[in-house]
């Protein structure tokens, strides 16, 4: 099986692009924006002011291209290395790094974005996006859901019953998977006997389509077709997304202690960013002065919402446990008065 690819990596064209130039500079811009983000939160981290960060870098065309398939209502429920995705469907940067600093108030998205805060579980997410998907279809709306997760989550026996059950239901979801060739230090090849994991979609009855993680005009391509396909009633679609996260799985981890410098760096010449700017360069529709007002627009956006974030007032115990539900679990409320108990405030 061969990936889909519509930009080579030298940013020169294989087929036509599937969207005209203002969206491709759109999609350029949010990438941009997007590894901004990045880089400030792991700088965050390493100064102390977030817990652990689980970085992006060189995964922004699989979540911004696939993130610009959907539409404004449709429901994402992703993972810890989704920022980029969930912002583009509308999560706020602030209330990602409020989930980072570990105030439960990260977990609510603005009210009418349909994102679910992001899943730390490996694999366990997939069924909620599932269904959801299900419950629209049994309303007879026409929005879908798509859900994000890593190789490693294809071990897990979720993404066995949610694939299953989607398919067997025909539920309106996409399947994303980022393949970015880990899962921590366990290479794909360790994950998986199979050539691919698109071709698992085979088993369960649904197609799978494997496509160049790092070209975002082929993720925005594949996710697009899906993305029709779930909204016409004719179920899910497993999509893998071949790419490379160039950073450590998290702020504690030392990726250099199991992968090489030369495995690396060779997939830095397929970074994304380059690759749809060596695009708008040769088409005349990118230049630096642009491309410094997207990196100083976004650097201000980015410094605000920190700023927003590290302004709110830290929560007192007593509180904790009153942004998980609309209305607090007897477990919680339990666990919450032991901890109050032992704080002597109780
Ligand atoms: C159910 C579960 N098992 C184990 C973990 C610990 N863990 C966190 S991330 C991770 C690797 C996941 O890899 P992958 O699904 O490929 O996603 P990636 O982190 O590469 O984006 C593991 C094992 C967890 N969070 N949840």
Redesign the pocket.
């Given at each position: 099986m061969q990936p889909l690819q519509i930009l080579h990596p030298d940013g020169t064209l294989a087929a036509a692009p599937p969207v005209g130039r203002d969206e491709a500079r759109r999609l350029f811009a949010a990438m941009v924006h997007a590894r901004v983000y990045d880089r400030k939160a792991t700088a965050m981290q390493k100064q102390g002011r977030l817990a652990t960060y689980?970085p992006f870098e060189g995964q922004e065309a699989a979540q911004i291209g696939s993130a610009a398939a959907l539409r404004p209502d449709d429901w994402m429920v992703a993972?810890?290395?989704d920022a980029a995705a969930m912002w583009m469907q509308g999560y706020l940067w602030e209330d990602l790094l409020l989930g980072r600093i570990g105030d439960e108030r990260g977990g609510s998205p603005p009210e009418g974005v349909p994102v679910l805060p992001p899943s730390?579980?490996?694999?366990?997410h997939m069924l909620h996006a599932v269904g959801l998907g299900w419950a629209e279809r049994l309303r007879g709306e026409d929005r879908i859901a798509i859900t994000y997760?890593?190789?490693?989550?294809t071990s897990?026996g979720d993404f066995h019953e949610a694939m299953n059950f989607a398919a067997v239901f025909t539920v309106p979801v996409v399947f994303l998977c980022?393949n970015?060739q880990?899962?921590?230090s366990m290479p794909v090849s360790r994950q998986t006997a199979s050539a691919t994991i698109a071709q698992k979609a085979d088993a369960y009855g649904m197609p799978g389509v494997l496509v160049d993680g790092n070209d975002v005009f082929a993720v925005l391509a594949a996710t697009a077709e899906a993305v029709a396909r779930a909204r016409a009633g004719e179920g899910p679609t497993l999509i893998e997304a071949l790419t490379y996260?160039t950073g450590p799985?998290t702020t504690a981890d030392d990726p250099g202690r199991y992968r090489s410098g030369d495995e690396a760096a060779a997939w830095r010449e397929r970074d994304p960013i380059d690759r749809l700017r060596a695009h708008l360069r040769a088409e005349g529709a990118w230049d630096e002065a642009w491309e410094q007002g997207i990196l100083d627009e976004a650097a201000a956006a980015i410094e605000a919402a920190v700023a927003r974030a590290e302004a709110l007032e830290v929560w007192h115990p007593r509180e904790i446990v009153d942004g998980m539900y609309a209305e607090p679990t007897a477990p919680l409320l339990r666990q919450r008065d032991a901890l109050l108990r032992d704080l002597g405030e109780s």
């Open positions: 689980a993972t810890y290395r730390i579980t490996v694999g366990a997760f890593g190789d490693g989550a897990e980022q970015n880990y899962a921590i996260r799985h």
